[in-house]
């Protein structure tokens, strides 16, 4: 492993309660060299003196603008809009590979300040599989805001809790109507975390996969009550459900959940909403005869934050104590540098493992 200096950052959402390396791995990175700075953040889960109890330096929150130039800044969601060159490599989710919004400026800031991008949802293996992903509980979490909601028992603001706790939540009260579920997706990792939610609230639901989608039967996608799609598509298909669809007097879907939130992009397999929901208003009527509501929360694993955290950087911790240019991380770069030429941007000497 080349010689590592990560920092890990304070998110700018005030709803990310996760992270993406907790103290215990945090040890581990620095018990093999890894230097580690981790940003105060009252909002994390994990509280900062953990990670200073570890061996890590702990520093402001934001201060990652001033780091060395070498750093590796290690984040998850999106970065604040200053400053607007962007000099170091970064670790996140950048969403910024499928036209979404805003993805052209944030690569134009990495080629104005000779950084890199090196994206988490691209961070694979040898046959292109996710290395860390959150998926399982986003899918668990989709799912179960769908169930809540359908029953009539989903009130904002979201706020995170445990898992037992959203297990008890689930389950069927005495009496309760039942209702069709479908599940698309059904075999990744996010469609695996939806049947479970669906398992525990007593709901067997179909699922669907490739074999389904292929030529997909419409029609029978909306004769369920609800629809938890799982599916990020890589290539352009025909949307599950279009804008007719919800016009359709006869539709039985009345709740959508969307966990895939691929909103804005060209590949985007619903395009019918042009905003996620947030966590202080969950959930947002379409069409009111007959209803038809939306959900569609893009951080649903920082409902269970502590959970997904510990997943998540279980899978990680790996793959950074081996950062370098070959391997996986080097795929990053390959594909960062790709997206800057797909724009005509040029980055600058960083732009480097």
Partial sequence: MTELHLWLRHEARTTERRTPVVP???????????????????????ATDAYEAAGARIAPAGSWTSAPRDTVVLGLKELPDAPRELMHRHIFFGHAYK????????LRRFAAGGGALLDLEYLVDDHGRRLAAFGYWAGYLGAALAVLHHRGRLAGPLRPSEKAE??????PAP?????????????????RGARAAFGVAGVEPGCWDLAETRDLDRTALLAHD????????????????????????????????????DVGSPLNVLPVYDRTTEWTDPVRRLRKEPPFDLI???????LLPREASADFSAALTPVLLDFGAAGPWGRCLDRFHAACRELGLTAGESGRV
């Fill in 24 to 46: 215990d791995d945090a040890r581990r990175l620095l018990e093999a060299g890894v230097a580690l700075t981790v940003e105060d953040s009252p909002q994390r889960v994990f």
């Fill in 296 to 302: 569609a929360i893009d951080n649903l694993p920082s």
């Fill in 99 to 106: 036209q979404q919004p805003g993805a052209r400026d944030l």
């Fill in 166 to 171: 959203w297990d008890e939540a689930l389950r």
């Fill in 175 to 191: 009496g309760e109507e039942e209702f069709t579920a479908l599940v698309v997706g059904a075999l990744g990792r996010s469609g």
């Fill in 226 to 261: 609800v629809l938890v799609n799982c599916v990020l598509a890589t290539t352009p298909v025909p949307p599950f459900v279009r804008e007719e669809d919800l016009d359709d007097p006869g539709r039985r879907l009345r709740t959508l959940s969307d966990v895939t939130c």
